[in-house]
């Protein structure tokens, strides 16, 4: 159902695809950059793209109610997993986890989670721009660790040679995952997923704080599941449960 267009380099594959979405483009589209100048994910955070990563956005009209749209990202998150787990073995499934709302970690060193994959959900004329960025070969000289996240690569779980994965590897990895569940997704919405998340999710039973896009605090509690509307239920000290629908959730300490 996808038809894939490769360019060198880009400011960044979501403005190519919100084009083309106002051009009337039909869904399937997907732009896939080697370097990005001005890459953006999720609240309009950007980041420097070097060539070894997977960066591509897709342009998708799923018709579905509006409600529906903020569980699309948990749905892409399951099937970066998969094909991650796909490409290096079960023996690391348990490292590659889900973080609510929008990122593929690996659970494994301090800090507690090390970022493999960053997603991204838009609506924008009528269709969802989904850019998907993972980070799949490191470049020569690694970003100092510092913030609250620090990145981590596909290559770094091979055992085989890492010349055995590309990003081009990773992109038809991801894409045979993810159209089936993207199929199910729009005609069942994220009921039939949610085991598989919650079994896979990196924050359950750990106390966070979720804040908005300005940090200031909006909920906190011990993180109990992900809910049918891909709400992040939090627990408070008298068993009483909040549903936060938005949000950058932190690990208390």
Not at 110 to 135: D, Q, R
Request: aromatic content about 6%; hydrophobic content about 40%; overall charge negative.
């Amino acid at each position: 159902m996808f038809r894939v267009v490769c360019l060198e380099e880009t400011t960044s594959t979501n403005d190519e695809v919100k084009r083309a979405l106002e051009a009337g483009e039909a869904e399937g589209l997907v732009v896939r950059a080697h370097r990005q100048v001005a890459g953006y994910g999720r609240q309009g955070r950007t980041w420097t793209s070097p060539e070894g990563g997977l960066y591509c956005s897709l342009l998708l009209r799923p018709q579905v109610e509006p409600a529906r749209l903020p569980t699309l990202s948990l749905v892409v998150g399951l099937a970066v997993r998969q094909a991650v787990v796909a490409l290096v073995g079960e023996t690391a499934a348990r490292l590659v986890q889900i973080k609510w709302p929008n990122d593929v970690v690996l659970a494994q060193g301090e800090p507690p989670f090390s970022k493999l994959c960053g997603i991204s959900c838009e609506a924008h004329a009528g269709g969802v721009c989904v850019g998907v960025g993972v980070n799949v070969l490191p470049p020569e000289e690694r970003p100092a660790v510092g913030g609250k996240n620090r990145a981590a690569y596909v290559a770094d779980l091979v055992t085989p040679p890492p010349d055995a994965l590309t990003p081009d590897v990773m992109l038809d990895a991801f894409l045979d995952t993810f159209a089936p569940r993207y199929q199910q997704w729009a005609s069942q919405g994220i009921a039939p997923f949610l085991d598989e998340y919650n079994a896979n999710a990196s924050l359950t039973d750990r106390f966070v704080q979720v804040v908005n896009r300005t940090g200031e605090p909006l909920a906190a509690g011990t993180v109990a599941r992900v809910d049918e509307t891909g709400a992040l239920v939090l627990c408070d000290a008298t068993g009483t449960e909040t549903c936060v629908f938005s949000g950058e959730a932190h690990i208390a300490f």
